[in-house]
């Protein structure tokens, strides 16, 4: 069983930046992880993911430039770095990795 928990979410005046981590426990992280958001009323949405086996990274359109997807594998440890930070970048952020969840972070940007 894996436990992804995520964190650093919060409040940011629009421009401003914000850290997510996703913290798995129970084994390594060996498969690719992902980050989605859900803002109120919308379906869930892709926004980055790392692969395992070389790091490659791929960002939804509306993130790019802005968001950068790393790992810490001592740490056992994916980031979602977000910058420029934008009002339609609100929305409750999960990191998936397989086929578990974690509970979710909420990130509201102020205009």
């Known amino acids: 069983q894996v436990q992804l928990v995520e964190s650093g979410g919060g409040l940011v005046q629009a421009g401003g930046s914000l850290r997510l981590s996703c913290a798995a426990s129970?084994?390594?992280?060996?498969?690719?992880t992902i980050w989605y958001r859900q803002a109120p009323g919308k379906v869930r949405e892709f926004v980055a993911t790392?692969?395992?086996?070389?790091?490659?990274?791929y960002y939804a359109d509306s993130v790019k430039g802005r968001f950068t997807i790393s790992r810490d594998n001592g740490n056992n440890t994916v980031y979602l770095q977000m910058g420029n930070l934008k009002p339609e970048d609100t929305a409750i952020y999960y990191c998936?990795?397989?086929?578990?969840w974690g509970q979710g972070t909420q990130v509201t940007v102020s205009s």
């Open positions: 998936n990795l397989d086929q578990f």
């Open positions: 129970g084994r390594a992280i060996t498969g690719n």
């Open positions: 790392i692969t395992w086996s070389r790091g490659q990274t």
